[in-house]
């Protein structure tokens, strides 16, 4: 017997009204945290790297004496943390880098008109802010997931935003893991001051194009701050989400496992299991009490679950329905026929096939990216990519010839759209010909 | 001698504070417009059609019986225009067909560990919404420039909305173009209305996963509202915008021909000249008052060149530093050297390489988009392309061997980031093999 009796809520074939209350997601308090924030960037508009220190000061417990991570600090990074956990990064480091070179845009000329040639070329932006949370624990994978593709794309200035310890340090795994990046700037600033702070800039933090990264409701709420004042974001972010999808060939103790790795990381966890086989629900409960004996975080994960539920559908079909309605952040595929199923995929952050593909690896070191689309996002956005750190320039270059083959139809439409000096621009080459 | 008087305000190696200045954008006052569109947003949630129907009645000055463009009138759309209109059409259709197909995602399996196999697949957004606005124009090339990725993208459901004229009726033109495009549903609605409709979705319009289109500043302030009630946009807009480059090689009057067509979109526009040669600033200013003569909307591009402006530096390179830093919407290089130049474009939204390459291709029928990142929001936006319509989706699927290679790594990982349960999810499926 466990000491935990966790159930999963079960909806057996639900009709569109229920799912369309299943597929919400918790709503957040916009106006308040929007308020408070405002407070915060206009505190650090004023008083930069001070305002950082005071709020660094107030929330994170810590008096520093400066914002930015010595140089000797940064390089101690390497040589405080165990060699099995550099390996560990290290593999991850090669797999989520090789990955995104395969992204890297190939130019393509394409010859629209005889004489009219149109392409694109990638630029990386070249300034961005890597905000990277404190808590318990140290996320340098997330170092890793947002400092890859800025080093692929070759981002120039980059700033890694973290708060610091209770000591004043930063964690030597999260500074590893910047200098594998080549990030040449950390700083020790958490939470709204920190985003305020790559919007605004102050004096050690530089202002920049772009911010990434996860963090709770009030970074989240500085970076839709941070929209307003022209900076761009990677994505709007919400709790983390999981949904698998689960067939009679599915093993409960996998599926159990899946659900367990999104349930601890927050009592917000959204989690989800769709099933075509309803005996799989009663195996899946047993599996997931029996498993929590053995996490350190499964008070968390337990309270996770409590709001977690199960759909039981009649037909793989239905089940898609269901999977693309609700757009999950993450889609797990525990089946057989998980390769059969990649079709009927219309959305969703990132896909796991198959039963050895746990959440974990993607989360990792498989080589894709975890910072993804939650609260149903992925209907509209994609996760973070290659694609999110350059910016895709059109260019086009149209010989003599190729305006006059195109010229005479782009007068004619100018000039109906009432555009006559567009018509002139023509017309004063076409003269010359 | 013209009537016209128009010289452009000269600065000559300008210092970096003096760039500073130039390089800003006229400011928004977001606040008091947030507000008002807040009201349209409350009403067409409360009213739905109703409320539609009498801000139209309101704002458009018509009295519509219903919002959608009926069968008949739009399959007369075709039939109103002359063949030779109807031809300039299909020839830029065509020719942004192509070069939006050649975006397409060629999608690359990478097995970045032995059994670990990860790429990605792009699936069209099902539900979007097309804004056109309305005015003394119809702007029949913009449906193009959103009609044509989405149905090469595969959107499912598309809506274009558009203010009717003063009889009720959509222009032809419109109605033509959204025909080519697939388009099966046209919405007579116009403004922040149009843009709530199909955020909230109200009888005729359906909500919408993301919303694409250009439009005044209510229309942006309603877009930006969306985006709080989690509909994702093509891209913050603001006034259009022209660079010019222009070297000894350049022939004055076709630059005057490009700063003029942007300057009679409206009295906002940004309009800039960067030349290497002092004395090409004079011959402009004459070709720009001999052109005006004949253009329609003189009176509107003289307003527009009234707070226009030319930087004179001493070298290319110098030019570009500063070309970057304003990230122009439209880049038009005036050169003989066009072609050595691509390599110092940074920021930009769309370039136009060489003497015979006016902007006014790109914006009806080069194949390029028309849709770009103004405002200087070409530092960390991409125009909108076939991105744009799609979703790239990350999948992964590991072998037994697979997540033999990557899970001691994985589970060493989660285990420093104290998250057991990933860990778990890994130990699980190595104890089975």
Known sequence: ????????????????????????????????????????????????????????????????????????????????ISDELKDAINLAYANIKLFHQSQQLESKKIETTQGVTCWQEARPIERIGLYIPGGTAPLFSTVLMLGIPAQVAGCQEVVLCTPPNKDGKVHPAILYAAQLCGIKQVVKAGGSQAIAGMVLGTGTIPPVYKIFGPGNQFVTAAKMKGLEYGVAIDLPAGP?????????????????????????????????LVTTDES????????????????????????????????????????????????????????????????????????????????????????????????AYARAYSGVSLDSFVKKITFQNITKSGIQNIGPAIMTMATNEELTAHANAIQQRLDTL
């Open 280 to 375: 799989m629900i009663e195996k899946v409960n047993v599996a997931l009490n029996l498993q929590l004996e053995n996490l350190s975080r499964a008070n968390t994960a337990a309270i996770a679950l409590d709001h977690a539920y199960v759909c039981v559908f009649d037909t793989v079909e239905a089940s898609y329905d269901f999977i693309n309605r609700y757009a999950p952040e993450h889609l797990i595929l525990g089946s057989d026929d998980a390769n059969d199923h990649i079709g009927l995929i219309q959305n969703a952050g990132s896909v796991f096939i198959g039963h050895y593909t746990p959440e974990s690896a993607g989360d990792y070191a498989s080589g894709t990216n975890h910072t993804l689309p939650t609260a």
């Open 240 to 272: 983390s989400e999981v949904l698998v999808f689960a067939d009679a060939s599915a093993n409960p103790a996998f599926v159990a496992s899946d659900l367990l790795s999104q349930a601890e990381h927050g009592i917000d966890s959204q989690v989800v």
């Open 1 to 80: 017997m466990s000491k935990y009796d966790v159930k999963l809520k079960t909806y057996k074939n639900p009709n569109q009204d229920v799912i369309d209350d299943l597929v919400q997601r918790p709503a957040i308090k916009k106006e308040e945290l929007s308020n408070i924030v405002q407070g915060v960037f206009d505190s650090v508009r004023k008083n930069g790297d001070k305002a950082i220190l005071a709020l660094t000061e107030r929330f994170d417990k810590v008096k520093l004496d400066q914002l930015e991570v010595s140089k000797a600090e940064y390089i101690d990074g390497s040589s405080l």
